[in-house]
C-alpha cells in the first residue's frame, strides 16, 4: 500500500518498525537487506503513484476535461509524498546503518 | 493525532471545492440563456457525500483518485417561475447563486491551502 | 467533465448575443418612423432569435456534461402586422389616406433594452467571479 502523506503521524514509525522488526526477525543480512529493500519499494510504488495522479490530473486541467482545482491537490499530494519519502529514507538508511555496526 | 482525518478532511474540501464549481457552471449556464425562450434553469445534483466518501474507502484506502468519479448530473430548477417566454431564470438568484459558490470555493481552498502548509511543516521537522 | 473554463465560455457567449440583442433595439427605435425602407416598404422590426447551445459540441456529443451557452441563431423581420395611422398629409399615405408604419413599439423596445443591457451586465460580472475562482485555485499550487 503506498504511502499517503496525510497519514503522516504513524507513517514513519510503522515503516520503520516494519523494516527494523523484519530485519532483525529473518537474523541474515540478506534478510535485514531485503526488509529494508521492501520498505524502499514501498516508498518508491508512492511516488510513482502520486506522481502518476498529478500528472493525469495537470493533463486533464490542461485538456479542459479536468478542475484546476483537483489538478493543484494532485500535485500537492506529489510534492509532500515526495518530502516525506525523503525523510524516510534518510531514517531507514541510518537504521540500517545503525543496524549493520551491531555485533552479531 | 487522528491521522485518517487528515485525508478525509481533504477529500473533503476537494469535494467543497468540486460542487462549488458544478454550482457556478449551472448558474452561469443559466445566466447566459436568461433571455432565451423556453429555457428552465437548471441546478447540479449531488450524491450522498457521506455515502460516496466511504465507497472511496472501501475501493482503494489512501489513494484518492485525481480524476474524480462524480458524475456531473443537473435537474430543473423545482418550482421555479416561468416568464411569458417560458424562461425561468431569474438574473438575481443566479448572480446570489454564483457568489455563494465562489465564497464556498475560497473557503475550502484557504482551509486546504492551510493543511497542506501544516503537513509540510510537520514533515520537514520530524525527527 | 465540465470545468470553469466552460462556464467562462457560457457567459462569454452571453455578451455578443446581448449586444446583438441592444443593436436590434437601437435598430428597431431608430426606424420607429421609417415608413420607406430600402425595399420601399416600411421598416419591419427587427427580432433576434436566441438559441441555448453547449459550449462544447465535442463534449456534449460524448455524452459529457458540459455548459450550456448561448447563440443568436437567427435576426428575422418581425412579420406582425404593421402599425396604421390616419395621416392623410403624409407623403406616403394610401387612398384611404392611413400611413402603414413600423411595427415597432418604443417601449417594448427600450424594456428588451434595458433587460439586455442588464443581461450583459451580469455575465461580464460572471466572467471576472469565475476567473477569480480559478486564481484561487491556482493559488493551491504555489508551496
Redesign the interface.
Known sequence: MPLDPLTLSNATGSVLNRAKTGGAASGTGAGLTSSFGEALGKLVEGIEQTSADANTAVTGMMEKTGDVHDAMIALQREELTLQLSVQIRNKLVSAYQEIMRMPI | ?N??D??AL?EAL?QQ??K???R??A???????????N?KA?EPTFADTLKGQLAMKATK????????PA????REIPDAVARRDGNTVE?DR??LT??R??GD??QA?TA??AK?KL??Y???E?K | MSTLSAASKAAASALAVERTRIEAAVSNLANAESTRSADGKPYRRRDVVLRAEPVESFQAALGRSTATGVKVAAVVEDQSEYRRRYEPSHPDADKDGFVSLPNVDAANEMVDMVGAARAYQANLAAIGIIRDMVAKALELGRG
Not at chain 2, 484506502?61 to 474524480?68: C, D, L, V
Not at chain 2, 458524475?71 to 443537473?74: A, D, E, S
Open positions: 493525532m491521522t485518517i487528515d485525508a481533504v476537494r471545492m468540486t462549488s464549481v458544478a457556478q457552471v448558474a452561469s449556464g443559466n445566466l447566459a440563456n436568461v433571455d432565451t425562450p429555457y437548471v484506502p489512501n489513494h484518492i483518485n485525481p480524476a474524480s458524475p456531473g448530473t443537473v438574473l443566479e448572480l454564483m457568489q459558490a465562489s470555493f475560497a481552498q486546504l491551502a497542506f503537513v509540510r510537520a514533515i520537514s520530524s
